[in-house]
DNA sequence: AGTGAAATCACCCCTTCGGGTGACGCATCG
DNA sequence: CGATGCGTCACCCGAAGGGGTGATTTCACT
């Protein structure tokens, strides 16, 4: 990270004493402005990808975005939404029922809907497939 | 994508323009060239990892890369890791069983290991902290 | 007013999982 | 040579999970 900044505050520096040394050392333009413009422009933007990339690529800062057209076309609903997002989280049934103040066999009906919209037969499939689809984190 | 390169395209003209309109219609040079090339830099790098982000980081091409410290340090045999990713896969202890040439005995003893190292009791959370360590994809 | 989906709970039966214990062969390391 | 760790397998038991069926209430839509 600090490594990143400063590797980038060298490049700049350079970058820009070349230019100077180019324009004062030989005392002509042998290219247009157009040129050098586009020359820095491009240089930097390499940089700056490559900056993006060091600076927010390798920490997973992304928040996640539930993917809300699969959960429609699955037709799952709030309930078992929730029971899922519980399950993503490895609580067993009991304590799934315990969180949202129903009994385990209410958490076992919804996890049997959950099994046959996602079309799986095992509670770590069905996060696996979730975790796919984007429905939980 | 086409768009992503139309607007960059733009953004990167427009800029040049300015440049040469500041400098040649006020005939003046405001600030010493090194400011300028600052400016520019900075311009293109934000414009070069906006670029980067539209380009690349929608298509998470992103390849998993195994944390081998965590590993090291939580103590995970080959065997305990292999079990690890079938696991990840959603597989019963029969299908991991099968899949390695094992008994279902086996299969328990590597997982009751796993949960120790782990400090989880359940597969599920097995897979949940695997995940989250990047011991799996 | 009637239909249907969602949510709730119960009971049964069977499979799978998890915890505990014990054992054996093999390799490596001191 | 003995200790240690890995990999293998077995048996037992209880808990958890999964499949099936059926039932009730509530609420929205028609």
Redesign the pocket.
């Given at each position: 990270m600090k490594k990143t900044i400063i590797s980038y505050a060298l490049a700049l520096a350079g970058s820009a004493w070349l230019l100077q040394y180019v324009q004062y050392t030989y005392n002509v333009r042998v290219l247009p402005t157009e040129a050098y413009v586009l020359i820095i422009a491009l240089l930097f933007t390499a940089l700056g990808i490559w900056a993006g990339r060091r600076l927010s690529g390798g920490a997973v800062t992304e928040t996640f975005r539930r993917n809300q057209k699969a959960l429609d076309y699955l037709?799952?609903?709030?309930?078992?939404?929730?029971?899922l997002e519980l399950?993503g989280k490895g609580?067993?049934?009991?304590?799934?029922?315990d969180r949202?103040?129903?009994?385990?066999?209410?958490?076992?009906?919804?996890?049997?809907?959950l099994?046959?919209k996602l079309e799986?037969?095992?509670?770590?499939?069905?996060v696996k497939k979730a975790h796919d689809l984007q429905l939980i984190p």
């Open positions: 037709g799952i609903s709030n309930r078992e939404l929730q029971v399950l609580h067993s049934n009991q304590e799934i029922a949202i103040f129903v009994s385990t066999n209410t958490v076992k009906t919804h996890l049997t809907h099994y046959e799986v037969n095992r509670r770590t499939q069905a």
